[in-house]
């Protein structure tokens, strides 16, 4: 019997010096796959360059606040996790939530299913770290949002991409939250 390729496990493998290329690599490439429509002349420059350099991410490896993780099925790397282990919002303590800041997969991989492993990677990591709620921000925009919807999150505010050169038109955003 064959096995369905959204049946595929994954397996998250955490960020090191040795696997950082692969991750901004990863990283960058879904990112572009996924949302160059949100800048202006389609260049994410002002994202790329905030959040997935070489030394953005070094310095990040040595924050333990800060995880990242690529996210592998079989021999492939699929697409690239970071999380902020202890990221309050609004009236939502510090203490009490974890942040899911990237989840990027190739376009390849994305409507697979392996979203869903990933939410429940994240919610039974934050449950281990007595957090009470998980919380992402996402495009108002698109089908992510019915997706996190679909897995129990819920809109908790609107909020916008503030980097400089994001469309106006883009830039909505939704923030959502899961209690766990």
């Avoid at 996790?81 to 990221?87: A, E, F, P, S």
């Avoid at 009236?91 to 409507?111: R, V």
Wanted: hydrophobic share 35%.
């Amino acid at each position: 019997m064959q096995t369905s390729f959204s049946t595929q496990k994954i397996h998250l493998e955490p960020v090191t010096l040795s696997n950082l290329e692969t991750y901004l690599d990863v990283g960058k490439q879904s990112y572009c796959e996924h949302y160059l429509h949100l800048w202006e002349n389609e260049d994410p420059t002002p994202y790329i360059s905030n959040g997935l350099t070489k030394n953005v991410v070094t310095r990040e490896l040595a924050d333990p606040n800060a995880l990242h993780y690529l996210i592998q099925q079989d021999q492939a790397t699929v697409g690239i996790l970071k999380l902020v282990k202890d990221c309050g919002i609004d009236e939502i303590a510090q203490a009490d939530s974890l942040k899911a800041e990237k989840i990027y997969f190739l376009k390849t991989y994305s409507g697979k299913g392996f979203g869903k492993q990933v939410l429940q990677f994240i919610e039974e990591l934050a449950k281990g770290l007595n957090k009470k709620y998980v919380w992402l921000d996402t495009m108002q925009k698109g089908n992510p949002i019915h997706f996190y919807q679909k897995q129990g999150y819920t809109i908790k505010r609107e909020s916008e991409v503030v980097l400089p050169n994001a469309k106006p038109s883009e830039k909505a955003m939704w923030i959502l939250t899961k209690k766990l």
